[in-house]
């Protein structure tokens, strides 16, 4: 039985050592591993960015949004690009063909010349692009955007006790310092959002009854994303309610400003 076992794994050996010949005869292919590193990054910026900001969406009021929020991060995850790019980040072949970089005639393979030393310090480059791409923040940065989030929900709180409407609050030197500062640091750490921006510009145009030159397309696209994102932090970081964002001057003024420039289009 014992020299039964060892012909099995003697057996065993030599499939796996076919295989690899196999592959290396067939030339392998040679993937973009720098490329899917930072792809992947920032892909997970995005994911985490939404789920943030699904967190802060509680309550009944929010369930559609929140489930909105919840299928566009079950979507990033599943894009073919993103699978791709998380598969060569750990030196996987990627499913779909992405990052892949186009091969020079491959040289006879010997057993001997495996790269076997090859793999750590690929993994050792990898997790070095990894320290220097994750994210736009350095550890001190984002701890203080934590903290700047968290001082602005407590300095509402406290005016809101006072008081003071949801437009005064807004309005508070300290909150408007810190909002801003708040701004900087999102910036800093997603500077990828500039994608979402053309996303939505294309879809806007598609709407459009009649054709708009480029600068009006700009400024279109450009009015509407701001006015999204000033309702999505009224609601999420200053806490408004449906009625008091309707209310809300600076917003009023810009969606006035935003239907004028739809009519111009029609």
């Not at 701001?226 to 209310?247: C, I, R």
Request: proline share 4%.
């Amino acid at each position: 039985m014992g020299e039964f076992r060892g012909m099995t794994a003697a057996k065993a050996q030599a499939e796996a050592g076919m295989e690899l010949f196999k592959s290396a005869e067939g030339g392998p292919r040679e993937l973009d591993v720098a490329a899917a590193e930072l792809y992947k990054t920032q892909m997970e910026q995005r994911i985490f960015v939404l789920e943030a900001e699904a967190a802060l969406l509680t309550g009944k009021d929010n369930k559609k949004e929140r489930a909105t929020k919840g299928k566009e991060v079950s979507e990033l995850k599943g894009e073919a690009r993103y699978v791709d790019a998380c598969k060569v980040a750990k030196g996987l072949e990627p499913k779909h063909g992405n990052f892949v970089k186009e091969q020079a005639p491959q040289p006879t393979f010997k057993v001997e010349d495996a790269p076997a030393a090859a793999v750590p310090e690929k993994k050792k480059e990898v997790a070095k692009k990894t320290k220097k791409e994750e994210g736009g923040l350095t550890a001190a940065e984002t701890q203080e955007l934590e903290k700047v989030k968290q001082d602005i929900i407590d300095r509402k709180t406290q005016l809101k006790a006072e008081g003071l409407s949801g437009g005064q609050q807004n309005k508070d030197p300290q909150v408007v310092e810190w909002v801003n500062r708040m701004a900087v640091l999102k910036q800093k750490q997603d500077p990828g959002g500039a994608e979402e921006k053309k996303d939505k510009d294309a879809s806007k145009k598609k709407s459009s009854k009649a054709p708009l030159s480029k600068d009006e397309q700009k400024d279109l696209g450009q009015r509407e994303l701001e006015v999204e994102q000033y309702k999505h932090k009224l609601k999420t970081e200053f806490g408004y309610s449906k009625k008091e964002m309707l209310a809300d001057p600076d917003l009023q003024e810009m969606e006035a400003k935003l239907t004028e420039l739809h009519k111009r289009a029609s």
